[in-house]
């Protein structure tokens, strides 16, 4: 099995910035890509970033050239940095590895609050 625990939610003017972490234990080599997805209320879990584990990174339109994800395999964490921030970012973000046999495993969520 894989944990993992984000961290780096917060309240945050618009055009702010923050990063949120993801730290993983348990079986990581198992691991074959890391997302992020937020969801806010009332609104289904959307994908905003992905990572493999080449390092190829892919983003929703909606946050292209403001969010920025990264990986430091010596800590075992993803990052999301989030920058020039509005208020429709406000959600619960999750971070989510994907296994090479394609079991999914999320975190508990961290809550991102922006305000116009």
């Known amino acids: 099995q894989v944990q993992l625990v984000e961290s780096g939610g917060g309240l945050v003017q618009a055009g702010g910035s923050l990063r949120l972490s993801c730290a993983a234990s348990?079986?990581?080599?198992?691991?074959?890509?890391m997302h992020w997805y937020r969801q806010a209320p009332g609104k289904q879990r959307e994908l905003v970033a992905s990572?493999?584990?080449?390092?190829?990174?892919n983003y929703a339109d909606s946050v292209k050239g403001r969010f920025t994800i990264s990986r430091d395999n010596a800590k075992n964490t993803v990052f999301l940095q989030m920058n020039s921030l509005e208020p429709e970012d406000t959600a619960v973000y999750y971070c989510?590895?994907?296994?090479?046999?394609?079991?999914?495993?999320w975190g508990q969520g961290t809550q991102v609050t922006v305000s116009s």
């Open positions: 989510s590895a994907v296994t090479v046999t394609n079991t999914k495993y």
């Open positions: 990572i493999t584990r080449g390092d190829l990174t």
């Open positions: 348990g079986m990581i080599g198992s691991v074959n890509r």
